[in-house]
């Protein structure tokens, strides 16, 4: 486990001059500016006193320069309120600065001083609903706009005159002063129009989802034209259960359809032990891991669904029911099928990316170990080759990558063809005894099958495939270790079992084993032997098999192929007990 003790060290700090008073202001602000900075409340409380005693020993500015630096993440409401405490020029800077969300500042706005509100409305950023919030308050701008220029008023002489001797019994109409309106602020309308125009669309975006609800609900005339028929069923939704599994609360949108809904049957006397792995994990109180369930009533929440729930307890230790979410099947398996597709797409636009510079730094290397361009000195071709070398193991090591994200989305196959599996892992033993022997270690080849075991896989691809496996296994063999590996052909099934190495067999897993081969020995792969095996078994998956882990044995089942038409035998696949 890993402890956050970065608070409790910079308390520990003794702030005695003015620098180390501004870098323990400085972190104060680092720390407590992210949203998760401990669960201790006395050292929070403690934190929260010595900035204030900070406070005191630092000018204004100096601490407002400080908080309106870049390097931090301000995301915590909490340091905000804190702040727009102090004098105007820290509040300012600090409720400027602040990154929150819509809901942090709709919770932390009411709880600002009202003279830290007015500095909000400096800020062009923030969310309709939060501008909106601050209107319901009365924050508005504090400046006035400027004044229209208007020109002064000359009295024309020969007028003044004029109008002196104008009898005293005309009639003069009355002159009225127009002011022309004050000129808008840009900067003000343009955000105010921008304002009003995400509002209209928001609020279309609703009358629009209530027209649509209400017409899709309402009864439809006699002899008016059918729509087309709209799939309202509900993808997914969250729920909350009592302590005996009735569900209490749900999402707005299908709470009226599956509250009081039981999420396993009670049990009776008499009953079939043989349950359900959601009803199993109910009666232990354990959470529930994908299991399936069906839902009857309503067209929008009817059929099959997967479950994820999690128990809930009082504080006392209590069972108090499950908390989780339903998710249909399809969907589900649609989930996790496109993640699968977009990391495996994500790695492979990675490795396309990552190819170009390594293949660059390979040709102008072969340039100079060649003197392509002219001779260059030994010792400079000494180091191209070496960095040519290298370039070639990181391009081998994409390849595999680039293969194994292929094979495991279904993107590549296994090309097909021929060959004979037991002569070829007898070649494999061959390759790899001059090797294993000066450390008195091997691996013993057990053929028990009556002729030969053919596969429906190319040659090279197969070749690669048993490679990968014997030479994972044979690189981990410590001194003296012996290996035994049989090959047999049951019911149409090429049956090869290996033992593990005593370096894998202590591994909970190994296909995410992180051994590395012994000193001097073979290597099959530069990723370990997690992923070596990884990516055989990927192979032997995408050839109509399956490569499992079973105790202490790794196994391979391939379909044997069949002497009729060269196709692989009718078994569509091979499953073994294990670990897949």
Not at 158 to 186: C, G, L
Not at 241 to 257: F, L, P, Q, Y
Not at 387 to 404: C, P, S, T
């Amino acid at each position: 486990m890993f402890f956050d003790d970065r608070l409790a060290t910079v308390l520990r700090q003794r702030g005695d001059s003015e620098a180390g008073a501004r870098t323990q202001f400085r972190q104060l602000l680092d720390i407590l500016g992210n949203r998760k900075y401990g669960r201790d409340h006395s050292l929070i409380a403690a934190a929260w006193l010595r900035m204030d005693a900070l406070a005191d020993r630092l000018p204004p500015h100096e601490r407002a320069a400080m908080i309106r630096e870049p390097g931090w993440r301000f995301r915590n409401a909490d340091l905000a309120a804190h702040l727009a405490d102090f004098e105007p020029e820290v509040a300012s800077a600090a409720l400027n600065r602040a990154n929150l969300s819509a809901e942090d500042w709709t919770a932390l706005i009411p709880r600002l001083p009202v003279r830290a509100r007015g500095f909000l409305r400096l800020r062009k950023d923030l969310p309709v609903d939060v501008e909106s919030l601050l209107n319901r308050l009365g924050v508005y701008d504090r400046g006035l706009p400027a004044p229209g220029v208007s020109e002064p008023a000359v009295l024309d002489l020969t007028e003044a005159i004029a109008d002196e001797d104008q009898p005293a019994n005309d009639r003069q109409e009355p002159v009225i002063d127009t002011v022309s309106p004050a000129r808008e602020d840009p900067v003000e309308s343009g955000r105010s129009e921008i304002s009003a125009l995400v509002e209209r669309i928001a609020q279309f975006r609703r009358t629009r989802d209530a027209e649509t609800a209400d017409a899709e609900l309402s009864p439809r005339l006699p002899l008016e034209d059918d729509a087309a028929p709209i799939d309202r069923r509900i993808a997914g939704f969250g729920f909350a259960a009592d302590a005996a599994g009735r569900i209490e609360w749900a999402d707005s949108e299908v709470a009226a359809m599956v509250i009081g809904i039981r999420l396993a049957a009670p049990r009776t006397l008499g009953e079939d032990v043989r349950r359900s792995a959601l009803d199993r994990a109910f009666a232990r109180r354990q959470p529930i891991v994908q299991a399936a369930t069906q839902l009857s009533g309503a067209s929008a929440i009817a059929g099959d669904w997967i479950v994820d729930a999690q128990p809930r307890f009082t504080e006392d230790g209590n069972f108090a029911g499950y908390v989780g979410r339903f998710l249909r099947q399809s969907a589900a398996n649609d989930a996790s099928a496109s993640r699968a597709a977009r990391e495996a797409d994500r790695i492979r636009q990675l490795l396309h990316e990552l190819r170009t510079p390594i293949t660059a730094v390979q040709g102008y290397a072969e340039v100079i170990q060649q003197q392509l361009f002219g001779p260059a000195p030994h010792e400079y071709r000494a180091l191209a080759a070496a960095i040519a070398a290298d370039a070639a193991h990181i391009l081998a090591g994409f390849e595999e990558l680039d293969r194994l994200a292929k094979l495991e989305t279904g993107v590549a196959e296994m090309e097909p063809g021929d060959v004979d599996l037991a002569d070829l892992v007898a070649r494999t033993v061959g390759q790899l005894a001059p090797v294993l022997a000066p450390r008195m270690a091997g691996i013993e080849l057990l053929l028990e099958a009556d002729g030969q075991a053919r596969v429906a896989i190319d040659p090279d691809e197969a070749e690669a495939l048993v490679w990968r496996l014997l030479a994972t296994l044979g690189g981990g063999c410590a001194s003296g270790e012996m290996l035994t590996c049989t090959l047999a052909v049951e019911g149409g099934v090429v049956r090869l079992a290996c033992d593990l190495p005593a370096q894998l067999i202590g591994e909970e897993s190994i296909f995410s084993a992180e051994a590395r081969p012994v000193a001097g020995s073979v290597n099959a792969g530069p990723f370990g032997a997690g992923f070596t095996l990884r990516l055989a078994r990927a192979e032997a998956r995408a050839a109509g098999g399956s490569l499992v882990q079973d105790s202490d044995q790794v196994i391979v089942l391939l379909p044997l192929l069949t002497a009729a038409g060269g196709l692989p035998s009718d078994r569509g696949g091979c499953e073994a007990g294990g670990e897949a």
